[in-house]
């Protein structure tokens, strides 16, 4: 194959190896702007959980790429999202991250033209009267919304080119005996990453890096120690049962992912015998987020960019609602998955300080990274750029010129002089995602060459 086929039959791996995405479509703003139109403009995010907005009226206000958006619980049962944009003169229509509309009313605080939740325009005070204005013209602009078990999700694209379902696809499958529409949030991180979006997402998936980056993890997961996610990753590989797929499960005697690799609460109930023996189930939604399910603990990450080389995660630990976790609870679900968290905030924030060498035109991906040879071939489709079809690396003539970038980027180092290292600064936050504002128009967070 031209860029790369399996080993042999069953086997995923790469019999050769093949090029990463151009250096700078990781940092070039231009490319990023490429891609928030062609793929977070495009594709459903997920922006939080309905039993973070209980009652009506209940918002949140997220923040993707230059887009502000309103999500509002407009009934018991339903939920609304609109650009955070009023239809008078344009003004943004909330100043906080999260807050109530009271009396089911969306008030701008320019001209007080007030909306209802389902963004009608209800009252324009003060207005002189003219024939020609009629407000049904002026409704808010709606944003898609949709939720799947308990997760609510957001479409910016006029007509999305998917139904929610038909996005997530199968890949829900591999959680099905969770209950998580049920289960509730015990505890979250919002954790600002200076990485592109694409390093956190390659990171993710590939293991060539735990050896030596997750040595706690290995323990837990010793085919990770082999650094494939997969045992039928492994050369000679063979089901042990019907219907082994060969995927990475605990090992060691370990039973969840925990430091002691041991269970610290009980099992949630409905998961099959081989669920729990394997102690970990992922289902990955690339770009907004993925879930793991755990037999005691479910974790979801969500992923939105916050500029080139930024992102931020929003992370959350899900209990049976039933449960009342004290703190050693939750320190024992957490501590593992803070710490590779950390482990690999770490290292994609130096993978992308890396990329803007000057000589570093692109990088190269060995046989056990062919989950990034997928995931970087979906990226250059999705944001317009074909390199599957011709079988060769994008040429550099195409990109923006190194030398302006690098120009930009002296332009932008921090006037502070402050050492910028590993920004990984987890804090918790309730009840919902708190993104900056604006954040795109901010320039990025630019590492110095020190290390920590
Ligand atoms: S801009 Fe909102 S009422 Fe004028
Ligand atoms: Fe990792």
């Given at each position: 194959?031209?860029?790369?086929?399996?080993?042999?039959?069953?086997?995923?791996?790469?019999?050769?190896?093949?090029?990463?995405?151009?250096?700078?479509?990781?940092?070039?703003?231009?490319?990023?702007?490429?891609?928030?139109?062609?793929?977070?403009?495009?594709?459903?995010?997920?922006?939080?959980?309905?039993?973070?907005?209980?009652?009506?009226?209940?918002?949140?206000?997220?923040?993707?790429?230059?887009?502000?958006?309103?999500?509002?619980?407009?009934?018991?049962?339903?939920?609304?999202?609109?650009h955070n944009t009023c239809r008078h003169r344009g003004a943004r229509l909330c100043r906080t991250d999260a807050g109530r509309f009271r009396n089911g009313r969306v008030i701008c605080p320019y001209h007080t033209w007030t909306y209802a939740l389902d963004g009608s325009l209800v009252a324009t005070p003060g207005r002189f009267e003219t024939d020609d204005f009629d407000a049904a013209n002026y409704t808010l602009y709606k944003v898609h919304v949709d939720?799947?078990?308990?997760?609510?999700?957001?479409?910016?694209?006029?007509?999305?080119?998917?139904?929610?379902?038909?996005?997530?696809?199968?890949?829900?499958?591999?959680?099905?005996?969770?209950?998580?529409?049920?289960?509730?949030?015990?505890?979250?991180?919002?954790?600002?990453?200076?990485?592109?979006?694409?390093?956190?997402?390659?990171?993710?998936?590939?293991?060539?890096?735990?050896?030596?980056?997750?040595?706690?993890?290995?323990?837990?997961?010793?085919?990770?120690?082999?650094?494939?996610?997969?045992?039928?990753?492994?050369?000679?590989?063979?089901?042990?049962?019907?219907?082994?797929?060969?995927?990475?499960?605990?090992?060691?005697?370990?039973?969840?992912?925990?430091?002691?690799?041991?269970?610290?609460?009980?099992?949630?109930?409905?998961?099959?015998?081989?669920?729990?023996?394997?102690?970990?189930?992922f289902a990955s939604f690339t770009a907004a987020m993925f879930v793991v399910g755990h037999p005691d603990y479910v974790r979801s990450v969500c992923v939105l960019p916050t500029g080139p080389e930024s992102i931020e995660l929003t992370v959350d630990w899900f209990l049976p609602a039933e449960f009342e976790p004290d703190e050693d609870d939750v320190k024992s679900i957490t501590e593992l998955p803070m710490l590779v968290m950390q482990q690999d905030g770490e290292v994609c924030e130096l993978n992308q300080r890396g990329v803007h060498c000057l000589q570093h035109e692109q990088g190269v991906l060995m046989p056990q990274e062919y989950r990034c040879g997928d995931s970087t071939n979906t990226f250059a489709q999705g944001s317009g750029w074909t390199r599957r079809n011709?079988?060769?690396?994008?040429?550099?003539?195409?990109?923006?010129?190194?030398?302006?970038?690098?120009?930009?980027?002296?332009?932008?180092?921090?006037?502070?002089?402050?050492?910028?290292?590993?920004?990984?600064?987890?804090?918790?936050?309730?009840?919902?995602?708190?993104?900056?504002?604006?954040?795109f128009n901010m320039p990025p967070a630019i590492p110095g060459t020190d290390m920590e």
């Open positions: 194959m031209a860029d790369g086929g399996p080993i042999e039959p069953g086997v995923k791996t790469l019999d050769r190896v093949r090029p990463t995405l151009p250096a700078s479509w990781y940092y070039d703003p231009a490319h990023y702007a490429r891609e928030l139109e062609a793929i977070w403009y495009r594709d459903w995010l997920c922006v939080g959980r309905a039993e973070a907005l209980p009652r009506t009226g209940d918002f949140t206000v997220v923040s993707v790429g230059t887009q502000s958006v309103v999500v509002t619980r407009s009934a018991e049962d339903a939920f609304e999202a609109f939720t799947w078990r308990g997760f609510v999700f957001v479409n910016l694209a006029e007509t999305p080119a998917s139904t929610l379902p038909e996005f997530l696809g199968s890949e829900t499958d591999a959680l099905r005996n969770w209950p998580l529409e049920s289960m509730r949030s015990v505890h979250q991180e919002i954790i600002p990453l200076a990485c592109n979006w694409k390093i956190f997402w390659e990171n993710y998936n590939e293991c060539y890096h735990c050896p030596r980056v997750h040595p706690e993890l290995c323990k837990v997961m010793p085919v990770y120690r082999e650094g494939v996610f997969d045992a039928a990753d492994l050369p000679g590989w063979q089901p042990a049962y019907d219907g082994d797929k060969g995927f990475g499960t605990v090992g060691n005697g370990a039973e969840t992912w925990t430091l002691s690799g041991k269970k610290a609460l009980p099992v949630i109930d409905g998961l099959t015998a081989r669920e729990i023996e394997d102690g970990i189930a011709s079988g060769a690396p994008i040429v550099a003539s195409r990109l923006q010129p190194r030398h302006d970038l690098f120009r930009a980027r002296n332009l932008r180092q921090s006037p502070s002089g402050l050492k910028l290292g590993v920004t990984f600064a987890a804090k918790r936050i309730s009840p919902i995602a708190q993104v900056a504002e604006n954040s």
